[in-house]
């Protein structure tokens, strides 16, 4: 049996996002080994695994679970966990790395090179649509590969901005990697993979993204950066979400400023009287890791500055209709929606302890919580802990 099958098991009870597997390979010697074959007698004597767990954990087996890392190899994937020499190096210093990474395409050396996030709006700006691909562009130039997500807007902006510069890309998904979801992307995703680049995915089978499945995925893009880079983000909206994640994993935060007074940058501005640093350019962020790495790429001064490159580039066409391409999926359920208000009290409860009370997945859990922040009836604090405001 491989051992990558124990992972895909234990993910598969235990839920993407869920910090339970890394934690119970910490917690016994033998590692997640150990844990199954402890079987029910040891899993029941655990008092953080839920009932709805332990009949995950006894309801697919460990030969289900290396059927399907045999079909992932069959079609090309990278099955990769955190036994593996492969596995991405920053995702161990998370509170909840994942269990297993399905990969297609070349992944960079995230120990040796300082690998950047770019996030920001999906109906983006000309200007912020520029500012993405200059970024993108400059970042790659100097070595560092680009992660972002495979939304239109920002995330492309800046995948095609680093392509340009033939730099590593890497776009993480909220979708298994053979979906077809978001068609009209489909194209940028091929040119990850063929000019060097990698998808990165959670899912074995996850046809469209589920509810809560954007923030699932969105932790691991800043988890597997050294710095994210926040480009037109209002003041309510996914993208400062990326915020919290980064300083959960103590990320650096850097936010390009946008035009002054835009209503569309109300969210920046605000970071940025937090203590974002404000950048306008790659050499802006590149110039906070010169003196922790010196990596393959990486010019002297650290990159040449590109101002005016992108002047005569022709932008898009902006879109008259909106695009409803990656919306994230409806609003949470009513009735567990209010079993968690019910769980929530003035004192911050951490997300394992949100788990245990009201019996619901980590990645539904983090949907319903974001829902509810943006609502203003929640708020959070670093850590993943979430109190009713």
């Known amino acids: 049996m491989d051992d990558r099958a124990y992972w895909i098991w234990l993910q598969q009870a235990f839920g993407e996002g869920s910090p339970w597997p890394w934690h119970l390979y910490n917690r016994f010697s033998g590692g997640v080994q150990e844990f199954y074959q402890g079987g029910p007698r040891l899993w029941n004597s655990l008092a953080f695994i839920t009932d709805q ?17 045999e079909y992932a190899q069959r079609v090309g994937w990278q ?41 920001g ?20 130039a100097g070595g560092a590969p680009v992660v972002s997500g495979g939304a239109v807007g920002i995330d492309s902006a800046a995948l095609s901005g680093a392509m340009s510069a033939l730099g590593c890309a890497v776009s993480v998904l909220p979708v298994d990697l053979g979906s077809p979801y978001l068609g009209k992307n489909a194209s940028l995703r091929r040119r990850v993979c063929e000019r060097g680049g990698a998808l990165i995915s959670e899912y074995f089978m996850q046809r469209n993204p589920a509810m809560g499945g954007f923030q699932v995925r969105n932790r691991l893009i800043t988890g597997l950066s050294c710095g994210v ?8 909206s996914g993208t400062m979400i990326y915020a919290r994640h980064a300083l959960d994993q103590n990320r650096d935060v850097f936010v390009y400023p946008g035009p002054p007074g835009a209503p569309e940058y109300a969210g920046s ?30 010019a002297e001064p650290i990159l040449p500055v590109y101002e005016g490159l992108f002047d ?77 405001v």
Do not use: H
């Open 53 to 69: 767990q332990a009949e995950a954990l006894y309801g697919f087996s460990l030969e289900e679970a290396q059927a399907r890392l």
């Open 79 to 119: 099955v990769i966990t955190p036994e593996c020499e492969k596995y991405p190096g920053p995702l161990r210093n998370i509170s909840d790395p994942p269990a297993v990474l399905y990969v297609k395409g070349t992944l960079p050396n995230f120990d040796g090179q300082p690998s950047i996030a770019v996030a």
């Open 121 to 140: 709006a999906r109906k983006a700006l000309e200007v912020s649509l520029a500012a993405a691909e200059k970024i993108g562009y400059q970042l790659a």
């Open 229 to 236: 880079v926040l480009i037109q983000c209002k003041e309510k």
């Open 269 to 298: 501005q605000a970071l940025l009287q937090d203590g974002a640093k404000a950048v306008t350019c790659g050499e802006d962020v590149l110039e906070e890791y010169v003196l922790r790495f010196s990596w393959p790429g990486r």
């Open 312 to 388: 005569n580039i022709p932008l898009p066409p902006k879109k008259k209709e909106p695009v409803g391409a990656l919306a994230d999926p409806g609003q949470p359920d009513s009735a567990p929606c209010q079993r968690l208000l019910e769980a929530l009290g003035t004192e911050l409860l951490p997300l394992g302890e949100l788990e245990q009370r009201t019996g619901l997945p980590v990645s539904k859990l983090l949907g319903m919580l974001t829902e509810l922040e943006l609502d203003g009836q929640v708020v959070s604090a670093p850590g993943k802990r979430y109190r009713r």
